[in-house]
């Protein structure tokens, strides 16, 4: 995944992020090169955010808690993967809805970790908003 390299001292390989890859944003799965989304990605990928997003509130998975959600909530975790993992790998990776569909599973969730790694801090604030909207509609019912 990362790029690899030799350490000289007793020529084993190393995975560490080579030269390049630490001036450069991007991580590499398999055959495909995950990068930040750039403004257009952002705009084809945000209603599906949105909608992910409302999935995991309704689910009570947040941030803070979506490693041990990832254990403990697997059918939520399966489903948002199996609804929207083709549209966010197809629109991160700007490849055809219909490669991203056709990768195996464990490819597909390695390039979802590594999307949503590469761009935890917008999803950290789609997520917040979310849940700030649905706190407002919340109170406002209340009232």
């Not at 350490?7 to 995975?15: A, G, R, S, V, W």
């Not at 495909?32 to 999935?55: F, H, N, S």
């Not at 990832?70 to 549209?87: D, E, L, P, Y």
Request: hydrophobic share 40%.
């Amino acid at each position: 995944m990362r790029g690899q390299n030799i350490n000289m001292k007793n020529n084993t390989e190393k995975t560490e992020k080579t030269d390049l890859e630490h001036l450069m944003n991007f991580e590499k799965v398999g055959n495909y090169t995950v990068k930040p989304w750039t403004l257009g990605q952002l705009k084809e990928l945000y209603p599906v955010l949105m909608e992910i997003g409302a999935k995991c509130s309704e689910a009570g998975i947040t941030l803070s808690n979506f490693g041990e959600a990832v254990t403990k909530k697997t059918n939520v975790i399966t489903f948002i993967a199996i609804t929207f993992g083709a549209r966010i790998i197809s629109g991160s990776l700007e490849i055809d809805i219909s490669e991203a569909e056709s990768l195996d599973i464990g490819t597909c969730i390695e390039l979802l970790f590594a999307i949503f790694y590469m761009n935890v801090d917008f999803i950290k604030n789609s997520l917040s908003l979310v849940e700030n909207v649905q706190g407002a509609i919340a109170n406002s019912a209340r009232q």
